[in-house]
């Protein structure tokens, strides 16, 4: 087996442009239909902008985009990541006691159900109009997923290495931190990717409350003050830009994972 | 310059089961009333059909399987404690994270038996002993199916155990691999003279590798019985006629009394 890629340059880019090339198309064609649409039904500007007006929009309004996408993706990072802590750390409690368990796990699925939008009111009388309450909603949002996998990957032990562990007479704490915890990385993993989605949104839907009348910085922030003055192409740039920040976090965690399951498992198989 | 670990086990151990039973449920008995006695230093290999009480006995033995009736006894008693019980089970089951050595290691650090070199020169000689000795710094996957499973009996050997428990350990390789772990097995029993039982589904593994198989069937031991092959064992000694008429006598007794005469027994069966 080994590390270094047989391939060449040339087979690589083939293989890119095989792999990309299908989605790469979907969007051209997609832009094609929106311009088509704009034009063949003279839809106005306020309605459906052509896909160039937004480009423009986007273009004029880029400083405002820049500063709303790092203030979003700071909140949306901070969340995701207090959420892997915090995820981490209730799932060790609830691998470690049965009781502990059935008590709490039915108000973590809270957390999944409630409609977040009922509860960012709240967050925002309790919490006020600031950072700290876009990522407490965040971290409601991303809570779920980690904890549900993580618990999954701590108690979902092989039995023959439970059975060598007892053998040797091996403690609680010992059995968690050689074999349940490196056990439940590639789960951690997973529900972190699942969550990173879900921070962006998190975070903007916070921002739609947070930003309301203030002069916070966010995506949401832009996309209601916009909708306010109908800039419908500065809005969809928005999107657009919300949408990028949800890839590219998408992408670090799962640069972050391949780095951390490379001890795992072959990296080829995790593809 | 490091010492090893000292080789402070005592003379192997012996097993004595009596009237071992294990029910999962009020119906269900795994194992029943079963008596055997493995004296020190030998190997009895356990056969029957799939799912007739094989495995919950070595593990009741293990003491990884509570027993609901009767008693597993090890003799001395002392030997039960931790590190002097190894067990190599039917998948190698080594801790995909890790490498060769640091899975190796890990019994080691687990019982807390000696300094860190010490431990280190441990593993690496008994990786060593199963001819893994370059393969410290693999990781599982990096490894052939073969190699895992020898690294799974370095594993279980690196605590100089008194007593060694085999689950099926062949069952997943191929017959050339598998006669290449046979010999492997003999010649670490040659040297360190462990008590072991072997769980198996091969006639011929059973043959070759033990001095006396026990047959058994829905959770019943039926039957002990000599393994009249001569020592040293050699997988050349599949090919004699002693081995095929041996081999004709265990088959019949895995067939079941029914359709075939009982065979001369030896004590130890319930």
């Known amino acids: 087996m080994s590390d270094s890629d047989p391939r060449s340059p040339a087979s690589r880019v083939v293989d890119a442009a095989r792999h990309w090339g299908p989605a790469v198309i979907v969007a051209l064609v997609a832009l094609a239909t929106w311009q088509l649409v704009a034009w063949g039904f003279q839809m106005p500007s306020a309605l459906l902008p052509e896909p160039a007006e937004v480009w423009q929009a986007a273009l004029e309004h880029r400083i405002e985009l820049l500063k709303a996408l790092y203030a979003t993706g700071l909140a949306a990072a901070a969340g995701l990541l207090a959420a892997i802590g915090l995820g981490s750390l209730i799932s060790v409690g609830f691998s470690q006691s049965r009781r502990v368990r059935l008590a709490l796990f039915p108000y973590v699925i809270f957390l999944q159900t409630v409609p977040i939008v009922a509860i960012a009111p709240l967050l925002i009388i309790w919490s006020g109009y600031q950072f700290r309450t876009v990522v407490i909603v965040t971290v409601i949002v991303c809570l779920f997923p980690i904890v549900n996998s993580v618990t999954a990957g701590l108690m979902a032990i092989d039995r023959q290495w439970s059975d060598l562990f007892v053998l040797y007479g091996a403690g609680r704490s010992q059995k968690l931190a050689r074999l349940q915890i490196p056990a439940a990385v590639p789960y951690l993993v997973l529900g972190a990717k699942t969550s990173s989605g879900l921070a962006v949104i998190g975070a903007i839907v916070a921002e739609f409350f947070v930003g309301n009348g203030t002069d916070y910085d966010g995506l949401g922030t832009l996309m209601t003050h916009w909708q306010g003055f109908v800039k419908t192409d500065a809005l969809i740039a928005a999107v657009f830009a919300s949408t990028l920040l949800g890839l590219f976090l998408f992408g670090l965690v799962h640069l972050v994972s391949r780095t951390l399951l490379r001890r795992w498992i072959d990296v080829g198989e995790a593809r | ?270």
Do not use: Y
């Open chain 2, 1 to 270: 310059m490091n010492e090893p670990v000292p080789d402070d086990r005592p003379a192997a151990a012996s097993i004595h089961c009596r009237a071992v039973t294990v029910r999962f449920a009020p119906q269900a008995v795994a194992v029943d009333r079963v008596d055997l006695d493995v004296s020190s230093g030998e190997i009895v290999a356990l056969i029957g059909p799939s799912g007739c009480g094989k495995t919950t006995l070595l593990r009741a033995i293990a003491g990884l399987q509570p027993v609901t009736g009767g008693q597993v006894e090890l003799d001395p008693a002392a030997i039960a404690d931790e590190g002097q019980i190894g067990f190599v089970f039917q998948q190698p089951g080594l801790l995909p994270w890790a490498t060769t050595l640091q899975n190796v290691l890990l019994p080691l650090e687990l019982i807390g038996r000696g300094s860190r070199p010490q431990r280190r020169l441990a593993a690496e000689a008994s990786l060593a002993s199963v001819q893994l000795a370059d393969a410290t710094d693999k990781r599982p996957h990096e490894l052939s199916g073969g190699m895992q499973m020898r690294a799974s009996i370095a594993r279980a050997l690196v605590t100089h155990p008194s007593v060694l428990l085999l689950d099926e350990p062949f069952a997943a390789l191929d017959d050339m691999l598998r006669n290449d772990l046979g010999r492997l097995l003999l010649s670490l029993w040659q040297r360190q003279r462990f008590t072991a039982v072997m769980v198996t589904h091969n006639i011929s593994e059973s043959i070759l590798l033990s001095h006396r198989i026990a047959v058994m069937r829905e959770g019943v031991l039926e039957t002990v019985i000599d393994n009249p092959l001569a020592w040293p064992r050699d997988p050349t000694q599949m090919r004699t006629p002693q081995f095929a008429e041996f081999f004709g006598v265990v088959s019949d007794l895995l067939r079941g009394p029914a359709d075939s005469p009982q065979p001369e027994t030896r004590g130890g069966a319930s």
